[in-house]
């Protein structure tokens, strides 16, 4: 599940049109994946900014956001981002998920970037588009080097990922916590693993995602879950719903949102509909009949909102939080000094 607000903002990179038309630079090196990352591709880039802003009239809970990665590896199908690789004239299916787009001098950018005389400290939202933790980020390193710049820099900041390699950065995460405001966010839908490996399939299985808010959480970490987005005829069982919601409080989370049923905006619909053709042909008929647009039918989404809302009180007694990933609050800086801003040796090119 990736954001994007009720008047249709994405959250893209708002003023990076394409990456390769000379504003984000272009392509300085193609990598072929061996062994566990044969068969995919990754295109070097080296951006000429790295932290994107949203327009002010965007109602997305946060303003800025990174994304060092394009395409992803986690492969969902009803996955928003999936057009965004067209602006960038690659393919939105198989494509996406196994040409990824790398910007390799994203923490050195970060570094620059977050300059006391240049950045006012405001939160920075990771995991707005792409995955920040996708498969490939064993071998770059960039959200974990990002992180360390964050932290050194007391700037707040939050993640949001379908990946159990956040728990890789356990210990950096929990020290970033100490200095100033962290939430991290496991986005979990559904703990169907027929649904998760029809859709997701190439995430980490979700019950390993609920083990990871349980490390998260018991590290100290602000960890929550999304549960989102929830799919029609898939997912949007109430006992289903109510088992993420069991599993989560069970894990400890320190919030549960969500409750979003999947949006399908052009592009990412007929790559959906491709999809379940495949794994579901029988629903192919009600999906195109609940999505003549991009949104499913307001009852529907009511009534998952309702489901998912009914769950938590339940299971906690608490008001459903609307909108996960919101963005921290700042935290002043305190007079304790600040470690060294890493150097940009995290990237490692093994690939
Ligand atoms: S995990 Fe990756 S493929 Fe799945 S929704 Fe998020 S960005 Fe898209």
Redesign the pocket.
Known sequence: ??WRDIDGDDAQDHGQPALFDGVDGAVVERRRGEGQFRGMEFLHVRTRTIINSLPARSRLPFRHTINAYRG?????S?????PSHEWLELDIDEG??RQVVVKVNAVERLAVELAPRRWAGEPIAM?T???PY?RCEVIYGLTRGLIEVLAAARNPFSVL???TLVVRDLELLADAARRTDVSVNL?IGTLDPDVWLAT?P??PHPKRRVEAIARLRQAGIPCGVLVAPVLPGLSDGADQLDAVVAACVEAGASSISGGQLVYLKPGTREVFLGHLARTHPHLVQRYQAWYPGTYAPADQRQRVRRLLDDSIRRRRGTQVEVRANRAPRRRPPTAAPRPPVPSSTQLRLGV
């Open positions: 599940m990736r992803c590896s986690h492969a969902c009803y996955c928003f981002a999936r996406f998920e995991g588009n792409t995955d996708q990922t379908k990946s986005s997701e190439g995430t």
